[in-house]
């Protein structure tokens, strides 16, 4: 609401009100005007929950991506603000989805791990991650394409070669 001329933000906030319906769960307070949580569901706000309380399936099932995905607005502040936000939640999404993987077996921690990879690319720890399991499941020729794909992202995102770890694995 910073920024608004007089008046225009009781005309701002009356449109928000009409637009949302009766009940509308905004909540203002000074220049600030907020939703209330209290009457609205925020995927982002229970992923944040699930994370805090150890539940890692329903935090994975619950992180579909970045924050407002696809929104870009001028204003600087908001801007810097999402950014923020964004890395943020993909840190707790990527610490979740590691600890879900390496908690996980078989078909299920290849699934989860993968996905892990869909955020970040470059996890190192991760791709030998994948190379472990289907080396171990008996599936040497994904496991050396994991390889590879670990070599490219390290490259592409890093300009770096793998570790001796990888390399030796």
């Known amino acids: 609401a910073e920024g608004l001329r007089y008046g225009e933000k009781d005309r701002a906030l009356a449109e928000l009100r009409r637009t949302l319906g009766g009940g509308a769960p905004?909540?203002?307070?000074?220049?600030a005007v907020r939703l209330d949580p209290a009457l609205i569901d925020v995927d982002a706000l229970e992923?944040?929950?699930?994370?805090?309380s150890g539940d890692l399936k329903k935090a994975a099932a619950?992180?579909?991506?970045?924050?407002?995905?696809?929104?870009h607005l001028r204003e600087d502040g908001f801007g810097?603000?999402?950014?923020?936000?964004r890395t943020r939640l993909q840190n707790l999404a990527t610490g979740a989805l590691a600890r879900l993987a390496a908690e996980q077996d078989g078909d299920?921690?290849?699934?989860?791990a993968l996905r892990l990879l869909q955020i970040d690319s470059a996890r190192e720890d991760t791709h030998r991650m994948l190379m472990h399991l289907?080396?171990?499941s008996g599936r040497r020729a994904e496991a050396l394409r994991q390889y590879q794909a670990c070599r490219e992202a390290l490259q592409r995102e890093l300009s770096v070669a793998p570790d001796a770890a990888t390399e030796g694995l």
């Open 26 to 31: 905004l909540q203002t307070e000074g220049d």
């Open 80 to 85: 810097d603000w999402l950014r923020i936000e």
């Open 134 to 136: 289907y080396a171990g």
């Open 47 to 52: 992923f944040e929950q699930a994370v805090k």
């Open 62 to 71: 619950l992180y579909r991506g970045a924050l407002l995905d696809g929104l």
């Open 108 to 112: 299920d921690s290849i699934a989860t």
